[in-house]
């Protein structure tokens, strides 16, 4: 038996000897923008550990999310949707997701069944067949279209995926075709032990998951009106008691800023009276004492950092970096 690092707990967890037969290995996800690459990580882990939003382009780091079973261990590794990038934040994000394709034992190529293949999705598939590790093509969002649609497109991606067997339909949405996904899954990866213990769900520590769930919640609830130029950053996390009396309960207690780009979005985050951001902090709190079980003391600070998506030293600052 060996032991791992947990990230979150800042303790080593001892990892079990995996038994005769069994399979593990890195699954790489990709695809365009909004394809619900993140949420089919969450529906196939069974928990949330990727943020998702109507908003494209909402994932930026490299998750992995880790589903154990009798059999095996498949780390999934959700990457930012790849798309043409207009500044640096996204030259990095476009970046990372293209060395995912060559660093895994198996790819996850995600379309949008409900519409035909368009330039992003040939770029992507270009981009595959430059490297020799094996492709599933899913074609996500089935329970969002017609019989005679789905027909039709299936003829326009016939081309496109030619070199890959028949895309396997699932919805992220439902949890249709997860069953056959899996089992496509396993029968692809090779033999191998347990990378993380059984019980992992994320590699993330919980200040990056908590610095997630509050971003999720300012795309969520401003929509259009912040797009991408916000970045979360957690100052602190302390857990003290919630009382000064003898054996009071403990609470977390989380300063978090969140940073944009122009004055007038530090505005529409705060909202009038401070009522969005005290919505935005409500939200993520209730999300925050179910990930970490507990009670939760958010306080959310909003500073204006202009272009901070195109310098380098706000980039490594809020932890987006190229990774190798």
Known sequence: MTEAYHASSAEFTPIPQAPKGFKSGFVGIVGRPNVGKSTLMNRLIGEKVAITSPVAQTTRNRLQGVLTTPNAQIIFVDTPGIHKPHHLLGEVLVFNAQQVMNSVDLLLFIVDSTEPPGPGDQFIAEQLQQTSVPVLIIANKVDQRSPKRALDLQQSYRELLEPYREPIPVSARTGKGMEKLLTAIGNRLPKGP????????????????????????????TEQEIPHSVAVVIESMKVRPAHTRKNSPMITHIQATIHVERDSQKGILIGKEGRMLKEIGTQSRKRMEKLLDGSIFLELFVKVNPRWRSSNAALKEFGYQKER
């Open 194 to 221: 347990y990378y993380y213990p059984p019980d992992y769900l994320t590699d993330q520590p919980e200040r990056f998951i908590c610095a997630e769930l509050i971003r999720e919640q300012v795309l969520l609830l």
